[in-house]
C-alpha cells in the first residue's frame, strides 16, 4: 500500500467516529469548560508524537510563505503549534455546533450573489467546502436558517452511526451520505434529493480512500492531488455548484457563499480537461482563504507529492 494511500484513511477512517462520540458524550456529562482542557492535552500529545503530522503541517506553512510571499508565514516550532491548537479550538466548536449553542446570530454569512435565498428554491444545488476553517457550521444554515435538508457526502463507512449521532444531538435537517463509489443507486438517490429541493455538501480537497479519481492541480505553487468527484457530480447532476468556506475571524465565525457554476458541461473527449479546469480554479479560490487564516487548514497529512516522498 502506497503512503498516499495510507494517509487519511488509517486515521481518519478509525479515528473521527470514535472521536465525534467521545467528544458527543463528553459534551453532555462535562460541558465544554471542562472537556477543554482534555482535548487541550489530547491535541498537545498528537503534537508531540506525531512526527508525519508536524512534518505535514510545516511543509503546508512553507508553501504558503513561499507562494504568498510573505516570510512571517514560513514554518517554526511555535507555528506549527499554533496550528495544531486551532485544530483543538475547531474541535471544540463542533461542539457547540452539534448542541445547537452556536446560533445564525453569531455567524457573519459573506453572501454578495446572495445564495442564501437560493436555498428555498425548488431544486437544491451544491456546496464545496475544503477542511479549512470549520465545515460543521453549515448546519448553522441547514438547522437554525433557512430549514433546509443538507446532505454531506463523505467517504466514510461510518456514515449512518454518524447519522445517528447527529440524531441525538438534534440534527434533524443534516444527513451524511456515503459516497465512496458513484454508482446507479447514489446517483439516482442523489438527483431525488436535488429534486426534493435538499442541497448537497461536499469537500473538494480530499482524495477519497478507495480507489476515488483524482486530478493534479496547481495549489499554493506545487501541485497537488485533488478529487474529481465534485465536478464530476456537478456535471453528471446537472446542477449548479457553489463554494462555502467558514474561518473563524476575531472569535467569530464568517460563511463565506460564492456562486462558482452555474452548469459543468462537457463533450466525452474534453471530459478529462473541464474538469482539471474547474479543479484549478477550486485549488486558486481554497489558497485564496488559506492566506485570510493560515492556522486554520486541517490536512494532517502529506498533501503534496513532495512531502510524501521526504516524510516516507
Same mark, same amino acid.
Given at each position: 500500500?502506497?503512503?498516499?494511500?495510507?494517509?487519511?484513511?488509517?486515521?481518519?477512517?478509525?479515528?473521527?467516529?470514535?472521536?465525534?462520540?467521545?467528544?458527543?458524550?463528553?459534551?453532555?456529562?462535562?460541558?465544554?469548560?471542562? #472537556?477543554? @482542557?482534555?482535548?487541550?492535552?489530547?491535541? #498537545?500529545?498528537f503534537f508531540l508524537f506525531g512526527r508525519r503530522a508536524r512534518h505535514s503541517i510545516r511543509a503546508y506553512q512553507q508553501h504558503l510563505a513561499s507562494w504568498s510571499g510573505r516570510p512571517e508565514l514560513r514554518p517554526n516550532q511555535r507555528r506549527v503549534f499554533a496550528q495544531f491548537m486551532a485544530f483543538a479550538d475547531a474541535l471544540l466548536d463542533k461542539l457547540d455546533v452539534w448542541n445547537g449553542k452556536l446560533p445564525l446570530e453569531q455567524i457573519e454569512i459573506v453572501d454578495p450573489a446572495n445564495l442564501r435565498a437560493q436555498l428555498r428554491g425548488e431544486r437544491g444545488q451544491m456546496l464545496v467546502g475544503a477542511h479549512l476553517g470549520n465545515l460543521e457550521v453549515c448546519r448553522a444554515?441547514?438547522?437554525?436558517?433557512?430549514?433546509?435538508?443538507?446532505?454531506?457526502?463523505v467517504h466514510t463507512r461510518h456514515a449512518e452511526q454518524f447519522n445517528r449521532l447527529l440524531g441525538e444531538s438534534g440534527a434533524s435537517h443534516l444527513r451524511l451520505i456515503q459516497v465512496s463509489e458513484l454508482d446507479p443507486a447514489i446517483m439516482l438517490q442523489l438527483s431525488q434529493r436535488l429534486e426534493r429541493g435538499e442541497w448537497l455538501a461536499i469537500a473538494g480537497d480530499r482524495v477519497p480512500l478507495h480507489g476515488g479519481?483524482?486530478? *493534479?492541480?496547481?495549489?499554493?505553487g506545487q @501541485?497537488?492531488?485533488?478529487? *474529481?468527484? @465534485?465536478? #464530476? #457530480?456537478? !456535471?453528471?447532476?446537472?446542477?449548479?455548484?457553489?463554494?462555502?468556506?467558514?474561518?473563524?475571524?476575531? !472569535?467569530?465565525? *464568517?460563511v463565506t457563499l460564492e456562486p462558482f457554476a452555474e452548469a459543468i458541461e462537457w463533450r466525452r473527449s474534453q471530459r478529462e480537461q473541464v474538469i482539471a479546469e474547474h479543479a484549478a480554479r477550486y485549488a486558486a479560490r481554497l489558497g485564496h482563504y488559506c492566506l485570510q487564516a493560515p492556522y486554520?487548514?486541517?490536512?494532517?497529512? @502529506?498533501?503534496?507529492?513532495?512531502?510524501?516522498?521526504?516524510?516516507?
Open positions: 500500500m502506497s503512503t498516499r494511500e495510507q494517509h487519511w484513511a488509517d486515521h481518519q477512517e478509525r479515528g473521527s467516529f470514535w472521536l465525534m462520540k467521545f467528544t458527543a458524550l463528553a459534551v453532555r456529562l462535562l460541558g465544554r469548560r471542562l #472537556l477543554a @482542557p482534555l482535548l487541550y492535552a489530547i491535541v #498537545l500529545y444554515l441547514a438547522e437554525l436558517g433557512e430549514k433546509v435538508t443538507m446532505n454531506v457526502l479519481r483524482s486530478v *493534479q492541480a496547481d495549489f499554493l @501541485p497537488a492531488a485533488f478529487p *474529481q468527484g @465534485p465536478w #464530476l #457530480l456537478a !456535471g453528471l447532476l446537472k446542477c449548479p455548484i457553489n463554494l462555502m468556506f467558514c474561518l473563524k475571524r476575531e !472569535g467569530r465565525y *464568517q486554520q487548514w486541517f490536512n494532517f497529512y @502529506p498533501f503534496w507529492k513532495t512531502d510524501d516522498d521526504a516524510s516516507a
